[in-house]
């Protein structure tokens, strides 16, 4: 708000200058049709002024409210944080501030987009103001401003930008975690498991006769069979093992602190239950195995590509050996 | 020597200015805190933005980074950053006399880093005979390298920025903290007229 200083019609420079009295009616004139809430309390925290932003906003009548205290008229308020926060104003006579993103409002004012955001009060950012005067005591100014629309919009961004690191991370077609963001978690478990002397196991698996399903029953059958082997693979695993589908109908699992034993019971596990379910396409009953290639963490790897490698290749073994079971790498 | 740096003697006024602002705002926050707050001798000096973003972006372990704008008369304004680091913030709602769970950690920092800023920069204002106003702080997102990445953002806008490091310590409450005041160029111009006056009166 404008400074209230004197300023003297002066007659000689010809310069328009406004009276006291006329430059206290323009600033409560503006005061009044300012798109923020302004409210003034005494250092007892009682109301002694407020503006018609608020006055409109809460609907309650000047006359209560003036001269009551803060808390009285706002019992919404979180009076011991509030009145410790007012004396940091007026005791280091320094502004203080609350934003939206830590408290999403102190006052419960409706706001004009009720119906086009979902929170059911104003979002506000308040500023606390030493005020000094004449008189003794110090006041406190609030300025309250209206950001829900800020809120509301960082709010989607945010959820937006939630959808896209999932879908980043995620396989379309199984829903499991895709070859890029499996390959990283695995070399950040490989750090991890070398850093902590901790064991770590990889599964590799692969669907058998994958091909000739598809020419036998088409690419829409092979694709629910992925989802399918996918989804029952998933509900078999720990919630700290990393499942992903590694390309086309080869998949692999992330064991953190697991051993090789565990890893190759995991496996056979995995590999009895995906034999014994029934898939049906258009009515056909489906039968489907896979091969299984588990390998554990030696410490000797020089990088978590060996890992795969040895998994791989026990991999080849399981197929070599008449695929539907797991072999162990022999290293 | 560019027009941007400051002389010797500007730099000693400077220097003493910011010592007394320290004293009497050490002080005031004492009293407000209630526990004795020691603050270093700070340091004063010109930096290339380059160099800036290379420095800050060295501290590691920083966990937070809150900033706040300041602006004044005469076109003194700059930017306040208050860097914390991981093991030095445990009781700031302690410090605050706020009961635990009365406030989120975003919240105790931006509070703590609100009274510092203001609680200094307003004293240091008067005796440069300016007020200040002070944008609402805010946490820098983004934990690890906010520092730097943050500058990478505002430092286009200038090459040279004057960097006062101060540093806070509560040593009651293991707080410890950070202060930068950024200011950029233009800034720095106003301030040499500003301690220039200072000088000459002197």
Request: net charge negative.
């Given at each position: 708000m404008f400074d209230c200083t004197t300023y003297m019609p002066t007659k000689d420079t010809g310069k328009s200058v406004l009276s006291e009295q006329v430059l206290k009616q323009v600033n409560r004139q503006i005061a009044n049709q300012l798109n923020t809430g302004v409210m003034v309390l005494d250092s007892a925290f009682n109301i002694v002024n407020w503006n018609r932003f608020l006055q409109v906003?809460?609907?309650?009548?000047?006359?209560?409210?003036?001269?009551?205290?803060?808390?009285?008229?706002?019992?919404?308020?979180?009076?011991?944080?509030?009145?410790?926060?007012?004396?940091?104003?007026?005791?280091?006579?320094?502004?203080?501030f609350c934003s939206w993103q830590q408290r999403h409002h102190l006052f419960e004012l409706p706001h004009t987009r009720p119906i086009t955001t979902d929170s059911e009060f104003m979002a506000q950012n308040c500023t606390f103001l030493p005020i000094e005067t004449d008189c003794k005591s110090k006041l406190i100014c609030i300025l309250i401003e209206?950001?829900?629309?800020?809120?509301?919009?960082?709010?989607?961004?945010?959820?937006?930008?939630?959808?896209?690191?999932?879908?980043?991370?995620?396989?379309?077609?199984?829903?499991?975690?895709?070859?890029?963001?499996?390959?990283e978690s695995l070399k950040q478990e490989f750090a991890k498991a070398?850093?902590?002397?901790?064991?770590?196991?990889?599964?590799?698996?692969?669907?058998?006769?994958?091909?000739?399903?598809?020419?036998?029953?088409?690419?829409?059958?092979?694709?629910m069979v992925?989802?399918?082997?996918?989804?029952?693979?998933?509900?078999?695993?720990?919630?700290?093992?990393?499942?992903?589908?590694?390309?086309?109908?080869?998949?692999?699992?992330?064991?953190?602190?697991?051993?090789?034993?565990?890893?190759?019971?995991?496996?056979?596990?995995?590999?009895?239950?995906?034999?014994?379910?029934?898939?049906?396409?258009?009515?056909?009953?489906?039968?489907?195995?896979?091969?299984l290639g588990v390998a554990q963490c030696s410490g000797e790897e020089s990088s978590y590509e060996d890992l795969i490698t040895h998994a791989d290749s026990a991999l080849y073994q399981a197929k070599a050996q008449?695929?539907?079971?797991?072999?162990?790498?022999t290293t | 020597m560019s027009e941007f740096q400051l002389t010797e003697d500007q730099q000693d006024c400077l220097q003493e200015l910011i010592n007394i602002a320290m004293g009497q705002a050490s002080d005031q926050l004492a009293r407000y805190l209630d526990t004795f707050v020691y603050l270093k001798v700070p340091s004063i000096e010109s930096v290339d933005a380059k160099d800036l973003l290379q420095i800050l972006s060295q501290q590691q372990n920083?966990?937070?980074?809150?900033?706040?704008?300041?602006?004044?008369?005469?076109?003194?304004?700059?930017?306040?950053?208050?860097?914390?680091?991981?093991?030095?913030?445990?009781?700031?709602?302690?410090?605050?006399?706020?009961?635990?769970?009365?406030?989120?950690?975003?919240?105790?920092?931006?509070?703590?880093?609100?009274?510092l800023t203001t609680t200094f920069l307003n004293v240091f204002a008067r005796q440069i005979g300016n007020q200040m106003s002070y944008n609402a702080p805010k946490l820098l997102p983004s934990v690890q390298n906010s520092m730097s990445e943050h500058l990478q953002q505002i430092s286009f806008s200038w090459d040279l920025a004057l960097k006062v490091n101060i540093n806070y310590q509560v040593t009651d409450y293991s707080f410890n903290c950070n202060m930068i005041l950024l200011i950029p160029e233009t800034a720095i111009i106003n301030i040499k007229h500003v301690l220039d006056r200072i000088l000459a009166e002197f």
């Open positions: 906003h809460t609907d309650k009548v000047s006359e209560d409210i003036i001269g009551q205290s803060i808390f009285h008229a706002f019992p919404e308020l979180p009076e011991r944080w509030l009145v410790r926060k007012f004396s940091a104003v007026m005791q280091l006579n320094t502004p203080s209206d950001v829900t629309d800020v809120c509301h919009y960082q709010e989607q961004l945010q959820k937006t930008l939630d959808e896209l690191a999932q879908i980043s991370r995620i396989d379309g077609l199984t829903q499991i975690y895709n070859r890029r963001h499996w390959q070398q850093r902590h002397d901790k064991a770590l196991s990889l599964i590799m698996l692969d669907l058998d006769y994958f091909k000739l399903l598809n020419d036998n029953y088409g690419h829409q059958c092979g694709d992925l989802i399918e082997v996918s989804a029952l693979i998933s509900a078999l695993l720990r919630v700290e093992d990393l499942f992903g589908r590694y390309g086309g109908e080869e998949f692999a699992i992330i064991l953190p602190e697991t051993n090789l034993a565990g890893a190759l019971e995991l496996a056979e596990r995995i590999c009895r239950k995906v034999a014994a379910v029934s898939l049906s396409y258009n009515d056909e009953a489906i039968k489907v195995t896979i091969s008449g695929r539907n079971q797991a072999c162990t790498a | 920083t966990m937070a980074v809150v900033s706040q704008g300041f602006f004044g008369y005469e076109g003194i304004r700059g930017e306040a950053l208050l860097a914390y680091q991981d093991e030095d913030s445990g009781r700031i709602s302690d410090l605050l006399g706020y009961e635990p769970g009365e406030l989120s950690e975003d919240e105790q920092l931006i509070d703590i880093s609100s009274i």
